[in-house]
């Protein structure tokens, strides 16, 4: 069950730590890494990259009335045995299940993207959720020195206004006035190169809405609907 192409293996240690698999699948991994050394590296790397972004996250508990809601719906027979199968092993990832459970799996899928061109171990690496509030994450950052800042794509993906676009800006540290880095492309990923606004840790990165053809002025014109700070996370 545990694939053997390297990129396979990458995203499927990402979706563990995010805790999207089924129970079997999560049953295997866990089995596997016990002894699969490589795997183990894997998961470890992406509970390392994952958990700062719980950091902005408010707790969220689930109703009281949970579990018998479920109960409820199940045409469960009475006397067949209750098991309780864990999906994931407890780690600093469990902190991404606070308020993000809907947007787990697209969020694999952009972070799964950052491994195919990641950055050297030595050079310095940047992460950002922007958010409209703090229970609501919906852009994912990923920036370094060598790529610049990459915009992944919406976790919770939101329709744009008929003649509006998503602008995607940057402001340095100290800096009086944000840098435009580009329009948001309908699929979400934007890649921009580092001679535009080289990455530092505190940088703000926001998501204006503009008229069609971006902002004509050099700085918003729309309101800023996301907006986050690069946290370096190596």
Do not use: C
């Not at 396979?8 to 049953?27: C, K, S």
């Not at 902005?56 to 199940?74: F, N």
């Not at 809907?102 to 969020?107: E, K, M, P």
């Amino acid at each position: 069950m545990i694939p053997t192409d390297p990129i396979e293996r990458t995203t499927l240690a990402g979706e563990y730590v995010l805790g999207t698999l089924d129970a079997r699948t999560a049953a295997a991994v866990r089995a596997a890494i016990e002894t699969d050394m490589a795997l183990r590296q894997e998961v470890e790397a992406w509970e390392h990259r994952l958990a700062p972004l719980a950091d902005g996250i408010a707790p969220a508990e689930p109703p009281p009335d949970l579990l018998a809601r479920i109960d409820a719906a199940l045409d469960a027979r009475a006397a067949a045995p209750r098991t309780v199968v864990p999906l994931a092993r407890p780690s600093r990832a469990g902190l991404l299940w606070k308020g993000w459970a809907a947007g787990a799996t697209a969020l694999a899928a952009g972070l799964a993207a950052f491994l195919i061109l990641r950055p050297a171990p030595e050079e310095p690496r940047y992460v950002a959720v922007l958010q409209q509030d703090r229970a609501a994450p919906a852009w994912v950052v990923e920036a370094s020195p060598s790529r610049g800042i990459v915009l992944a794509g919406a976790v919770n993906p939101r329709p744009v206004d008929e003649g509006r676009v998503l602008q995607l800006w940057g402001l340095a540290p100290g800096a009086t006035a944000p840098v435009s880095l580009g329009l948001v492309p309908p699929d979400g990923r934007l890649e921009v190169d580092p001679r535009v606004l080289p990455p530092q840790e505190g940088m703000l990165v926001e998501i204006s809405l503009e008229p069609l053809g971006g902002s004509p002025i050099g700085r918003p014109t729309g309101p800023v609907l996301y907006i986050g700070r690069l946290a370096r996370v190596d």
